[in-house]
């Protein structure tokens, strides 16, 4: 049984589901048919308050990264598609051809498009960091504004510096 936590944000509420692994991360309108909160599940709960912590470092501007199991369900294709969005630096956004590209998979822009698309797991599989060929924002299940603010977000956190060496 799923374990469901909504959780609060700087760009609204977030559905998230698990079980022994992130399945989804869904603004609600996305997740109409999403199983009432259930907490019962000890193993679960203790992943939800991780996605939590994890999440609120991350719009408190103190992650880049996230370390959570996740288990998104979708054809091999997608899953591919989606492990590749995991690889787009942060702050940094990238086109579906290019992506497509990167996948060995020249002319399957729209095919990336459309996996994009149908990423469970925003935020953390970063669909927000791509782009049409143009540089122009193109769709977002949670919509325009938010992807914009996601991207803003990454945008305004300082790049890290690595500690000059001591002079010898």
């Known amino acids: 049984m799923l374990a469901r936590r909504d959780i609060p944000s700087p760009i609204g509420t977030l ?7 992130l399945r989804a991360l869904q603004f ?26 994890q999440l609120d470092d991350y719009f408190a501007g103190t992650r880049r990264t996230f370390d959570l199991p996740l288990a998104p369900r979708g054809t091999p294709f997608q899953r ?11 702050g940094t956004t990238l086109s579906y051809g290019a992506l497509a590209r990167r996948l060995g998979r020249p002319d399957a ?7 994009n698309g149908a990423n469970p797991i925003a935020i953390i599989i970063p669909c927000h960091r791509v782009s049409n060929a143009a540089g122009d924002l193109h769709g977002y299940g949670g919509g325009l504004g938010r992807k914009r603010w996601l991207l803003d977000h990454e945008q305004a956190i300082p790049a890290l510096v690595a500690p000059a060496l001591p002079a010898t």
């Open 15 to 21: 559905v998230a589901l698990a079980d022994d692994a």
């Open 28 to 53: 609600p309108r996305a997740t109409p048919h999403t199983p009432p909160a259930d907490r019962s599940d000890p193993d679960a709960k203790r992943l939800l308050d991780l996605v939590q912590r």
């Open 80 to 90: 591919a598609v989606w492990d590749a969005l995991r690889e787009i630096p942060f």
């Open 109 to 115: 822009a729209r095919a990336v498009g459309a996996a």
